[in-house]
């Protein structure tokens, strides 16, 4: 591979100071208004503790999916399947996959003919028994290519070619979203790069190859991705050519993706407006392989940097109607490519070596659509009833025993967990004003809430319905969410009763 992707000029941007405001650990998270389809979720989180890092609770993939149904995806490797604490982020956090290595042609066709597609059906496994999607990455790249590729006469390439994306993206028709069909085809300057496609067939190894991948799986989006194109300069000037030029050819081209490997504080200040241009062609835009890296050690103001880095580039996606969504390249600062290939630097993603969010997971929640409130409340919003009684509007019939069930998950990483509950009113009445009491698991301390009020923070505890979510007619659901600190117990919480009547699991 090449030694220095990714380089570029920078966004002009304000070094952090400690003028900022509050720093992100003190600040109190609220969803905006969101789809009502969200489960983990839709409106209204309320904290109820400003302490402690891991208080950013929601969902970046439930999030840019109310974004006009955007996503939110990561990277996975094969061997990060193996990784509790990783999966555990993963699954909370987003709902699109892109293979790290394992769709790659050294991968899956290691010599001419032969074929693997063991590792790739793996992640594509584990991404559809987790409701994500699959972004396919690459069919054609000069990197990561097998030696019998580039050592074949130039003759067979192009036969070597379509038959590898043909057998590739049949094995994996209607189950990527997407594929990267080339990868990084420019140089800096917006020359081709000389690999032993463009060699054999000149420029028009693009268009042969995209129309091989479309013949095979015509209901997958299909990309050309690179790195260094997110600004307006030579290498996306050449990207955006190749783009009008395929398309007055009538080639199936769905996308560019724009990598997005940045340096610190060097997003460009043009990037909505360059993803906007090749928008207006007509394709789509996603930002695929996201991160921001810093040399080490990073500072609080590093920290503070990258978190207005992360927000941009999400906005500017938000500011792009074709922009389906934004991947990062690896769930944690440790299984980011950077530290391996850039000596010194690291630090690049949202989550940290322990997979706690960083002030840029922060960012990244409030620019899809939360909002930053302080100082934390001290009382429950007047809106949400008292929480120390049953609303006085509940019927009576409401705490008769048998008229609630209750289904929850928990997703737990090394000492945070995030707990979905959902309930359901079993009786024939409509409730009207809930609260939910239940125990929670020793060492549990909750630091955050949607779609409820909730006090105490540990121990026995009361879930009060908000405003909006209060009536739950027979036979109808309402789900409610935190995010707690943990000691090592996980478990589920206990004794869930509704109104004083116990409820059944279920
Ligand atoms: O370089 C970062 C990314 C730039 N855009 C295309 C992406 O596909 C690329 O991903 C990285 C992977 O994250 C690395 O994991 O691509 C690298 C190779 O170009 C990957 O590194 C390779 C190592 O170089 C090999 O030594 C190793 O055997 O990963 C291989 C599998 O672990």
Redesign the pocket.
């Given at each position: 591979?090449r030694s220095d992707?990714h380089a570029r000029p920078g966004r002009t941007t304000t070094p952090a100071t400690a003028a900022e405001p509050l720093p992100w650990h003190s600040r109190r998270l609220t969803a905006a208004a969101g789809a009502v389809t969200a489960v983990v979720l839709a409106a209204g989180a309320t904290l109820l503790s400003a302490a402690g890092p891991a208080n950013a609770a929601t969902s970046l993939g439930s999030l840019a999916a109310a974004q006009g149904g955007r996503y939110f995806g990561t990277?996975l490797t094969q061997s990060n399947l193996s990784n509790s604490a990783l999966t555990a982020v993963a699954n909370a956090q987003f709902n699109m996959v892109t293979p790290?290595?394992e769709m790659k042609w050294d991968t899956t066709e290691p010599s001419n003919g032969s074929y693997n597609f063991g590792p790739g059906d793996q992640i594509v496994s584990y991404a559809q028994a987790h409701g994500m999607k699959v972004r396919g990455?690459?069919l054609v790249w000069q990197?990561?290519l097998p030696s019998w590729v580039s050592s074949l006469p130039s003759t067979q390439v192009q036969a070597a070619m379509e038959a590898h994306i043909t057998t590739e993206v049949t094995h994996y028709k209607g189950e990527v979203y997407s594929w990267d069909v080339v990868?990084?085809p420019f140089n800096g300057d917006g020359s081709y790069v000389s690999d032993a496609f463009y060699n054999a067939m000149g420029v028009g190894y693009i268009a042969d190859a995209l129309r091989t991948a479309h013949a095979a799986d015509p209901n997958a989006k299909l990309y050309l991705n690179d790195?260094n194109i997110e600004g307006e300069n030579a290498k996306s000037n050449a990207m955006y050519s190749l783009a009008q030029s395929l398309l007055s050819q009538g080639v199936p081209l769905n996308g560019i993706g724009f990598?997005s490997?940045f340096i610190l504080g060097q997003v460009p200040s043009d990037m909505q407006a360059n993803m906007q241009r090749f928008a207006s062609l007509g394709l789509d835009v996603a930002v695929t392989?996201l991160d921001d890296r810093i040399t080490l050690p990073a500072t609080s103001a590093n920290l503070q940097q990258q978190a207005t880095d992360f927000a941009n580039v999400v906005k500017d996606c938000l500011g792009v109607t074709r922009c389906v969504g934004v991947s990062q390249?690896g769930v944690g600062d440790a299984d980011s490519?950077v530290p391996g290939?850039f000596s010194g630097q690291g630090a690049a993603t949202m989550f940290d070596q322990n997979y706690q969010p960083k002030p840029a997971y922060t960012a990244v929640v409030n620019a899809l659509g939360g909002t930053s409130v302080t100082p934390p409340p001290t009382t429950p919003p007047s809106s949400a009833p008292p929480s120390s009684a049953p609303p006085s509007s509940a019927p009576p019939t409401s705490g008769a025993a048998g008229t609630c069930s209750v289904s929850d998950v928990v997703s737990a990483w090394n000492t945070g967990l995030t707990e979905q509950i959902t309930v359901k009113n079993t009786g024939t009445s409509t409730i009207n004003g809930w609260k939910l009491t239940f125990t929670l698991a020793s060492g549990q301390t909750i630091t955050n809430a949607w779609n409820a009020t909730i006090s105490p923070s540990s121990g026995s505890v009361s879930a009060a319905n908000l405003s909006y979510n209060g009536t739950i007619a027979p036979g109808a659901t309402t789900s409610f969410g935190f995010q707690a600190n943990h000691t090592g117990n996980t478990a589920a919480p206990t004794n869930f009763a509704l109104n004083g009547a116990s409820c059944t699991s279920g």
């Open positions: 591979m992707p990277a790290g290595n990455h690459n990197s990561q990868n990084e790195y990598e490997h392989e390249w490519w290939t």
